[in-house]
């Protein structure tokens, strides 16, 4: 994703914590913004793509086994399947040395405690109820995903981000509405990291060396939330949408004592339907 370079952000970002601007394209109000929102380009390609919310921990000997499942999926489907691993409940809690990182974040918790995460590994697969259930073991990850009936989507999703500079780097979304939509909607942000390498439990041989793999490489992890944990409204039931109408929301993120590598980074960003909590689109950019 090609990057933009921005005047003024490091200042104006100095001056902000968490939503920089929320511009509307008409025929809806623009707001006062405190960044200048860029120009993204034509939405061309558009499709509907799933978000794999992975549970998982370090101390959790079948999660490599989940880790590659959720590797084959992603190389079967592409862009269209992005993965997000959350270090969550016991599993990932610190131990002693080689366990002692904290892998954990606030939104991971929260999310884990939503939907009641009580079995590791498990899945979401963008939060859909397969019969009556949405947390998923893994050996029906693939099954659940080839059961879904493909339709056109009702959302697309846009990212760019600034130039990182030493202590923050700016995220832009836009979201455009391909139908007309009359929905309570959420927009979550949040930043993952992958080429973490960090000891493992591990039970399989087939994986990696047992009882643990103490050069275990984890992906897709769920570093922290750049829009609030709780998301932003974006549509609201009673105020109908139009298609074709336009969102466009920014953020800052700050990276002053961060442990996070941006060059193995990623944003993703997806919308959530409040009311029954399945996420509609996602979209994800490599920083």
């Not at 959720?70 to 809690?93: P, Q, R, W």
């Not at 939060?127 to 893994?138: E, I, Q, S």
């Amino acid at each position: 994703m090609k990057k933009i370079i921005l005047s003024s952000l490091l200042l104006i970002g100095i001056l902000i914590l968490s939503i920089s601007c929320d511009k509307i394209e008409k025929p809806y109000t623009e707001h006062n913004n405190e960044l200048d929102t860029p120009d993204f380009p034509a939405l061309t390609n558009y499709m509907q793509k799933y978000l794999l919310e992975d549970f998982t921990g370090h101390l959790c000997v079948n999660c490599p086994q989940a880790h590659v499942i959720a590797d084959e999926m992603k190389t079967a489907m592409g862009d269209t399947l992005i993965v997000l691993s959350i270090h969550s409940g016991n599993y990932a809690k610190p131990q002693v040395s080689p366990y002692d990182a904290d892998y954990r974040s606030e939104m991971g918790d929260m999310i884990s405690a939503d939907f009641n995460i009580i079995a590791y590994p498990s899945g979401m697969i963008n939060r859909k109820d397969f019969n009556g259930n949405r947390v998923l073991g893994r050996t029906i990850w693939k099954s659940s995903i080839a059961s879904i009936q493909r339709q056109a989507p009702n959302l697309a999703l846009q990212i760019l981000t600034s130039s990182p500079s030493e202590d923050s780097i700016n995220v832009f979304v836009k979201t455009t509405f391909l139908t007309n939509t009359n929905k309570n909607l959420r927009l979550y942000v949040v930043l993952s990291e992958s080429g973490i390498i960090s000891a493992q439990k591990n039970n399989s041989s087939a994986v990696g060396t047992t009882p643990e793999i103490l050069n275990y490489e984890h992906k897709h992890m769920l570093r922290t939330n750049i829009t609030p944990k709780e998301g932003a409204s974006i549509a609201t039931l009673g105020t109908p949408l139009q298609a074709n109408d336009t969102l466009i929301k920014g953020y800052t993120l700050y990276l002053t004592g961060k442990p996070w590598k941006l060059e193995n980074c990623s944003v993703i960003a997806f919308i959530s339907d409040f009311d029954i909590k399945e996420i509609l689109q996602v979209e994800e950019v490599e920083l």
